[in-house]
């Protein structure tokens, strides 16, 4: 694994990528304007974090395996055929990531896509597929240790519509119109509800509030996409904090009035948000419960709690000769 090492991140040589079935140099992984992802949003993906342990000198890549289950249950709805199994993804992703030589947390990108070049062919079946895979360095997605949210005006897209339980690309249309008009009128991020008027997720998030002692979430009936680091914070929630968790659905005015909310997800981590539509949520401040779950989950996912180790992979980068 990782024999052929040719880059390396700190040196400002190029990373490489997985790219038809080998790996690359970065500018060498190319697709042609005629793709079909490229025009229709036929394509899947995944964000996985490697977080880098400088104690250690490893990377632990977070639920990998998990990742990788809910990329292939997209190639299914999106009949993307690609010949992998998630262990044989999960080997290529630690092969990748040996390779580019990373020492420092990384953002972990897999994508399956419709490469057939194609124009004007609305027939899944019809349509060839590829898998590429890229990782890059990624330090705090959000900009800032705490949220300031406003109501989207954008609805969650049913699904129905498109599925939700899934990352495909097109989806995202929907998160992008969302977060650019949160941050073009001066907020972090955007809550975004469901079609019935229910809380839904963030725009790269899912929701969770403290209320009456119990952590509540959406349900993934309303359209929240079942989020990695959603089950994370339900399971430590519930085994190492005794708290009761509902997954049920929420109104946009129990958000404003409850005591604490914070978003959970792979890029976001676990981020408190103080705000909603400038109405502080409780003490306008972090809570409590959502800083003690961000503490427990900042050690997990970077290979810290033994306990956990099971949802880490630990990659130990090559050394290169000078
Ligand atoms: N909702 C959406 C729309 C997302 O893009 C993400 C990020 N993948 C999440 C929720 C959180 O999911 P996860 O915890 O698996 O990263």
């Known amino acids: ?35 079909h992802a490229l025009h229709y949003g036929t394509a899947v993906f995944e964000g996985i974090r490697g977080n880098w342990n400088e104690e250690k000198g490893k990377m632990f890549i977070f639920r990998m395996r998990e990742h990788y289950e809910r990329l292939i249950r997209g190639c299914k709805i999106l009949m993307l055929d690609i010949p992998y199994t998630a262990d044989q993804l999960c080997n290529i992703t630690v092969d990748l990531i040996m390779t580019n030589g990373h020492d420092s947390d990384i953002y972990i990108r897999p994508l399956a896509y419709k490469s057939a070049e194609v124009v004007a062919n609305l027939k899944l079946q019809d349509l060839d ?28 897209v049913d699904d129905n519509m498109i599925p939700t339980q899934i990352k495909s690309a097109g989806i995202y249309v929907n998160s992008l119109l969302a977060k650019t008009e949160a941050t073009l009128a001066g907020f972090d991020e955007a809550i975004i509800l469901n079609q019935d008027g229910h809380v839904s997720e963030g725009s790269g998030e899912n929701v969770f509030m403290v209320s009456g002692g119990k952590l509540h979430t959406p349900r993934l009936e309303d ?13 430590l929630a519930q085994d190492e904090m005794g708290l009761q968790v509902m997954e049920r659905s929420i109104d946009r005015s129990e958000l404003y009035l409850c005591d604490e ?62």
């Open 129 to 156: 597929s590829d898998f590429t895979l890229i990782t890059v360095p990624f330090g705090n997605y959000l900009g800032t240790d705490i949220l300031r949210c406003c109501t989207s005006s954008w609805r969650r």
């Open 261 to 322: 909310v914070f978003l959970s997800g792979t890029a976001a981590h676990l981020t408190p948000v103080v705000s909603l539509d400038s109405r502080d949520i409780g003490t306008g401040k972090p809570g409590p419960i959502s800083l003690e779950l961000q503490k427990m989950y900042f050690d997990i996912v970077a290979g810290k709690n033994p306990k956990y180790l099971h949802w880490c992979t630990d990659v130990t980068p090559v050394s290169i000769p000078a």
């Open 223 to 235: 359209n929240a996409l079942p989020g990695i680091t959603r089950d994370t914070v339900i399971q």
């Open 1 to 35: 694994m990782g024999t052929n090492k040719a880059t390396s991140v700190n040196g400002n040589q190029t990373l490489h990528a997985f790219f038809k079935g080998a790996v690359v140099p970065m500018d060498e992984a190319k697709v042609s304007v005629m793709t």
